[in-house]
């Protein structure tokens, strides 16, 4: 299992952005996809997660950040609008299998991550 973020550049304030999650060697049915970002010296947060229950979005990015898949669920966007600088950070996706977990928006109940993508806003 495999994912594969891309998609993070460097955008101004007010930007929007899609990034991109790539899985090889399996699908996202029967898990859940979520979106993760980091900032040096803090802890990794959760943003937004799909799963079978629905959809959780952290209070920081909503109604600005959605998360879709593609017909073939092998590969999870995040769309990003009206970005401010403090979205900067490296963005994550991870999964986890359905049943696995009971926070999906926790990182430590995700099993499979993906490398990151940065993304710089500036003012």
């Known amino acids: 299992v495999q994912l594969v973020e891309s998609g993070g550049k460097l955008v101004q304030t007010g930007q929007s952005l899609r990034l991109s999650c790539a899985a090889s060697g399996y699908t996202f049915d029967d898990h859940a996809v979520g979106w993760f970002r980091q900032v040096p010296g803090k802890e990794r947060e959760g943003l937004i997660c799909l799963s079978t229950s629905g959809i959780d979005v952290a209070d920081s990015v909503k109604g600005r950040f959605a998360l879709s898949l593609d017909d073939a669920q092998t590969t999870a966007f995040l769309q990003m609008n009206n970005l401010r600088p403090d979205d900067t950070g490296v963005y994550y996706c991870?999964?986890?299998?359905?049943?696995?977990?009971?926070?999906?928006?926790?990182?430590?109940?995700?099993?499979?991550w993906g490398k990151g993508t940065p993304v710089l806003v500036s003012s």
């Open positions: 991870a999964a986890v299998s359905e049943g696995d977990y009971n926070d999906c928006l926790w990182p430590a109940e995700m099993d499979y």
